[in-house]
């Protein structure tokens, strides 16, 4: 399935399989993959390492299950993982048995992966046994009883409910035949590589990138650093965004590296994983950096990715004075994003208004990304990392939400902007009108509104200003604990539930 991608240029004539298999190639026996060292705290099965060798057979054996399950070339298969090396076997299995991946939050529950999977017509779930104190597994299972598409749901993890299919057996064999895919016409790269969902007034909305687009996004962060190969990775941000493809998956790729995976934050354990990647990459949420630079956890010798899922902030960021490299990525929902590296001053880049960064570019090739200020104040961004069109093929046609980029190709991201002093830079001011973005979360305040008053006439919720999550949902009820209980059992994210949770209660994610 092709997305409206030209012919592939130099350097981008490769899909994310491709970059996997030259790095195996080149050295099979090197540490690819690397589980977060308290991994039995948060999910089933011990921490796994593998080489490039292993990850190859399990990302084989995985594409030969999938298709054995009778998937046919071009499904849609819906992920829902963990930060661990099955994230990563599970997105190049799926795409090299010819099906395309489409990664979904952590924190989705019921409610938003039936909206999101219902629009777009995936076919299998496959997800992790449990994250935290949560059944993943079991909200797949509701979620393809109200999915009349789904015809599958996978697991990894132990203890599995009848009729999930087990995964693990993946990593125990040496057989890493695989069933061959039906070929496809045109260019791979500019066949589709990923589905990932926005966020927009209308509500989510389905955004696909072809591996051309996904590799484009991924260089506009990696060529802000030295781009050593076999460069050593550690990253906190789950495969489950483009952002997170582009920071972790393909800086992982374009190296060589070994990519080190952290999920949450466990102190003990990102200080013993941190010495693993002295002189490589750190990946982070941008609010968490500060702390854990105070704390000694990083090292001067490595650069710094800040992920700035809430880029409105990033003008007030403080100056940078450590001896690390930090290199600022400012995500536009699932539309694009823009890296810049800190200069000797220590301060943060505004955005550029036009074309980012163009002496990156070779002669005559495409642009990475470029911006503008729509005539309603909002950031624009259209190049060869932003989706081109409407999806599944044909939705513009229909009544669900859709990606509509104007006549000249820009997608707007709904973020106000304003143009500094001499025109050449864009200050983003403010998110998305309408919405709560809460760790990285976005909502609609009204679908919030309309879902906690059907469960309880009166009740509110409103979005707090937090230093951490860029805001936190607060709620009011006549009986919070009874509205709690009831939005969890309708399926609802936790971040919303959260509103009205009773003291002392956790709910781990």
């Not at 760790?439 to 951490?468: C, H, M, W």
Request: with cysteine; aromatic share 4%; proline share 8%.
């Amino acid at each position: 399935m092709i997305v409206g991608e030209g012919p592939p240029t130099a350097g981008s004539a490769a899909t994310l399989d491709d970059l996997f298999r030259r790095a195996g190639v080149r050295n099979p026996d090197a540490v690819a993959l690397v589980d977060p060292p308290n991994r039995a705290d948060f999910t089933d099965g011990q921490p796994r390492t593998l080489t490039f060798a292993q990850a190859d057979r399990a990302i084989s054996m995985l594409a030969a299950k999938l298709r054995a399950l009778g998937l046919q070339t071009d499904t849609l298969v819906a992920v829902q993982l963990p930060n661990t090396v099955e994230s990563l076997v599970a997105l190049l299995g799926i795409l090299r048995a010819g099906m395309i991946p489409v990664p979904i939050p952590q924190l989705w529950r019921q409610q938003e992966i039936v909206a999101a999977l219902g629009g777009v017509g995936a076919k299998a779930i496959l997800t992790s046994a449990r994250i935290g104190s949560v059944s993943h597994v079991h909200i797949a299972m509701e979620a393809a009883v109200d999915l009349f598409s789904i015809r599958q749901v996978c697991a990894f993890g132990q203890d599995l409910p009848d009729g999930i299919v087990p995964l693990d057996d993946i990593f125990n064999t040496r057989d890493s035949d695989v069933a061959s895919a039906n070929p496809r016409l045109g260019s791979a790269p500019a066949h589709v590589a990923v589905v990932t969902f926005d966020l927009d007034a209308t509500g989510l909305v389905a955004m696909a990138r072809s591996h051309i687009a996904v590799v484009a996004g991924g260089l506009e962060a990696f060529l802000e650093t030295d781009g050593n190969p076999d460069m050593p990775i550690l990253s906190t941000i789950p495969v489950g965004s483009f952002a997170g493809i582009a920071l972790t998956a393909l800086p992982w790729l374009l190296s060589g590296g070994a990519l080190h995976l952290h999920h949450g934050f466990d102190r003990s354990a990102f200080a013993a994983q941190v010495r693993d990647v002295t002189g490589g990459l750190v990946v982070l949420p941008a609010p968490a950096i500060p702390a854990i630079a105070d704390a000694g956890l990083l090292h001067d010798e490595q650069t710094i990715f800040a992920l700035w899922r809430a880029p409105e902030r990033l003008a007030a960021a403080k100056a940078w004075r450590a001896r690390s490299a930090l290199v600022d990525v400012a995500s536009f929902g699932e539309v694009g994003l823009i890296a810049a590296r800190r200069g000797m001053n220590g301060q943060s880049v505004p955005v550029p208004n036009g074309i980012v960064d163009p002496l990156r570019r070779a002669p005559g090739a495409p642009t990475v990304i470029e911006t503008t200020r729509t005539d309603n104040g909002t950031l624009a961004l259209r190049g060869r990392m932003v989706p081109k069109q409407a999806f599944p093929p044909g939705a513009e046609r229909g009544q669900l939400p859709h990606l509509a980029p104007d006549q000249s190709g820009y997608v707007d991201s709904g973020f106000a902007c304003r143009p500094d002093r001499d025109g050449k830079a864009l200050i983003i001011t403010a998110p998305p009108a309408g919405t709560a973005a809460v760790g990285g979360y976005r909502f609609l305040q009204k679908d919030i509104d309309e879902l906690v008053s059907r469960a309880e006439p009166g009740a509110t919720t409103v979005a707090l200003p937090d230093a951490n999550l860029g805001q936190r949902l607060a709620g009011t009820s006549a009986d919070g604990a009874t509205l709690y209980a009831k939005l969890q059992a309708c399926g609802t994210n936790p971040l919303v539930t959260g509103a009205f949770q009773p003291r002392g209660g956790a709910e781990a994610a």
